[in-house]
């Protein structure tokens, strides 16, 4: 792996000619006002079709700054010393205890029943990060034929740049934001290319064992400013293992006429959709984004998760908060205080008392998660939302059980495997991480 030993200090283009600042609020934040006078580290990457990789990775370069950020104490507590265990049973449920991470991470600020909220500048939002907390910029050069890193580059002034910064409250190893076009201050709104950003994102990671989320507000979002999440883990989540079965579209052999697979998750708690290859990346992300758009503006909770190196998308309609509100959601699993969004969906949940954590099961996995689920006649309305926005048409013949789409994912995982954690594999019933 490759050590970056110096993480290079902020300093603005004025500081470095030795001139006075014109402007800045003097908090060195992700606003405007210092931002745009600031040097930060900088990844450009490649959306070239086939393009080759340089020597210096993304993950390489994401994992070191992450730990030097961590060395300089700049997490609310440390993950690596949370417990980890791979709960016995056929889905292998993963649970970590984390007591008082629920304490320690900030509060929502919003409503929980409108997946569209405006951008209120007057509550938190990632403007108000300190600089020491983004690892560096992540931008598209287009005619590129090679990704790079350069360890200072000037905020380009056209443009509100993309950044990834840390997750001060982690869940797990190289716990990350990306904040697409952080100064244009969107609120939490999926759209084509901020989730193709995320998908270029996953790719340029080349792990397995790297993978995006996302959170709608409603589904469990706690900041109302356009985000995703991502971290490693070095096991397969149980939602990647699930079987699932092919819908059959009007196109050839059955898929839709940009190449986009559509599959549904069978045999696991929450009904959720799996989108899969496509002509091109940009097919997979405009199929998915248009998905993402109709269940927002239906006001529909949902959560993502990107996987495989961007080649899977997972997408999951919800109901927990509204069950909650409406006092469907038993008093037991209220009393966990676990908000299930999309890691807890995928099948990481994170726990936190101890008794819980000890007590775990596959049952009391599957208790909570299925309160998530959609009903199966609520399922099949919001696919048919789903497919009309996408432009995706199921054939009369419906839900196609093709053996072949139940597959286990561990000799489908390609590209470059980073090794960050000490364990790298979880035996079931055992502690991993003390």
Not at 93 to 110: D, S, V, W
């Amino acid at each position: 792996m490759l050590t970056i030993k110096r993480v290079p200090t902020v300093v603005s283009n004025y500081q470095e000619e030795g001139l006075d600042e014109p402007i800045g609020c003097g908090r060195n934040c992700l606003g405007k006002c210092c931002l745009q006078v600031s040097k930060l580290p900088l990844y450009v990457f490649s959306s070239a079709p086939n393009s080759s990789k340089s020597d210096v990775f993304l993950s390489q370069i994401l994992l070191a700054q992450w730990e030097e950020r961590m060395e300089r104490g700049l997490f609310r507590y440390d993950v690596t010393a949370c417990e980890t265990k791979v709960i016995p049973g056929p889905q292998g449920f993963i649970a970590q205890l984390n007591e008082g991470r629920h304490l320690k991470k900030r509060p929502t600020e919003f409503r929980v029943d409108r997946v569209l909220q405006p951008f209120d500048p007057a509550k938190f939002n990632f403007t108000k990060v300190g600089q020491e907390e983004v690892l560096f910029q992540f931008e598209n050069g287009d005619a590129v034929d090679n990704s790079y890193f350069l360890e200072r580059a000037a905020v380009d002034p056209s443009k509100a740049p993309n950044v990834l910064a840390i997750n001060v409250s982690p869940i797990e190893y190289g716990h990350v934001l990306l904040i697409p076009r952080v100064l244009d201050c969107y609120p939490q709104r999926i759209d084509k290319e901020s989730l193709l950003l995320a998908l270029y994102m996953a790719a340029e990671a080349s792990s397995p064992y790297f993978r995006l989320g996302y959170n709608s507000l409603g589904a469990f979002a706690t900041i109302n400013h356009l985000h995703f999440q991502a971290y490693y883990m070095n096991v397969q989540f149980p939602v990647e293992k699930a079987p699932t079965e092919m819908i059959s579209l009007v196109g050839p052999a059955g898929v839709s006429e940009n190449g986009v697979k559509v599959s549904r998750l069978v045999n696991y708690p929450v009904r959720g959709l799996v989108f899969t290859e496509g002509k091109s990346i940009n097919d997979l992300a405009e199929v998915v984004a248009n998905a993402c758009i109709c269940l927002q503006e239906n006001n529909i909770p949902f959560n993502v998760l990107i996987s495989d190196c961007g080649r899977r998308i997972y997408l999951f309609p919800q109901c927990y908060a509204e069950k909650q509100a409406l006092g469907e959601v038993s008093q037991e699993l209220l009393d966990t205080q676990v908000n299930p969004a999309v890691w807890e969906i995928s099948g990481h949940i994170v726990l936190k008392r101890r008794n819980d954590f000890d007590e775990a099961s596959e049952g009391s996995a599957w208790r909570l998660l299925a309160e998530v689920s959609l009903s199966e006649e609520r399922f099949e309305e919001v696919k048919a939302y789903i497919f009309d926005a996408a432009g995706l048409v199921e054939t009369k013949n419906g839900v196609t059980k093709a053996g072949e789409e139940k597959e286990e994912k561990e000799e489908k995982f390609e590209g470059t495997v980073v090794e960050p954690m000490v364990t790298s594999h979880f035996q079931e019933g055992c502690l991993v991480l003390q």
